[in-house]
């Protein structure tokens, strides 16, 4: 089955606590994408990368960081410093064309 | 003026009915718009693309675009109450393949 796994379903994050969102596809996508979404807000992009080894930032970067060290993974690590993070976070990837595909999500909450 | 703007509702119609979302963007260079469905709790789920002017049907669904009134509609014909989500417009702005989402219009449909 193709498709994008994301995990996990859940997370708790306690004060002062870095978490790890994982992201893995295997359709052989060159490019994936995390999106944070809040109620009424829609998704707003934090990371992008269009290959391995290279990544950007998106509008709302600040407090996440991630890596691109295998085309099929796209971690991204909440840190600290993201005061706000608890949403739902999704994860997208694409290939030569425009259509962007999404993973089930994490939700994240802070305790 | 936000980039990609949606009502958000909700929009009511009755089970078997016609229903009409619209979306309107600020980027006149943008080439491809994406409808996405997201039910409650879930992550979204591509419906369509549509990259040139005019109507593009699938099954129940047809998308409209008007480049030169930038808008872009979504028509969902004989309307089921499996129906009832959250639709999302998807913009393509810029060279990259960087989606900007509306908010999204929250869909009711009453049997």
């Known amino acids: 089955d193709g498709g994008i796994t994301q995990s996990p379903k859940y997370l708790f994050r306690k004060e002062g606590q870095n978490v790890t969102l994982s992201c893995e596809q295997n359709?052989?996508?060159?490019?994936m994408y995390w999106y944070r979404q809040d109620p009424g807000q829609g998704l707003r992009l934090i990371y992008y990368s269009q290959i391995v080894n290279d990544f950007q930032k998106g509008d709302i970067a600040e407090g996440y960081s991630v890596s691109r060290e295998k085309k099929e993974s796209f971690p991204l690590t909440v840190t600290s410093a993201q005061k706000n993070p608890t949403a739902f976070y999704l994860c997208?990837?694409?290939?030569?064309?425009?259509?962007?595909?999404f993973g089930p999500g994490t939700r994240l909450t802070v305790l | 003026q936000k980039e990609v703007e949606q009502n958000s509702g909700p929009l009511s119609v009755p089970e078997g009915a016609i229903a009409s979302l619209n979306c309107t963007y600020s980027d006149r260079g943008s080439q491809s718009f994406f409808w996405y469905r997201q039910y409650s709790g879930k992550s979204p789920e591509l419906i369509m693309s549509i990259y040139s002017n005019g109507d593009k049907e699938d099954g129940r669904f047809t998308a409209q675009l008007n480049k030169a009134s930038q808008y872009v509609s979504l028509l969902i014909r004989d309307s089921q109450p499996s129906d009832s989500a959250t639709y999302l417009c998807?913009?393509?702005?810029?060279?990259?393949?960087?989606?900007?989402f509306g908010t999204g219009t929250r869909l009711l449909v009453s049997p």
């Open positions: 998807a913009v393509k702005i810029g060279g990259f393949q960087k989606l900007v």
């Open positions: 359709l052989n996508h060159d490019a």
């Open positions: 997208a990837s694409s290939g030569a064309a425009d259509t962007q595909y």
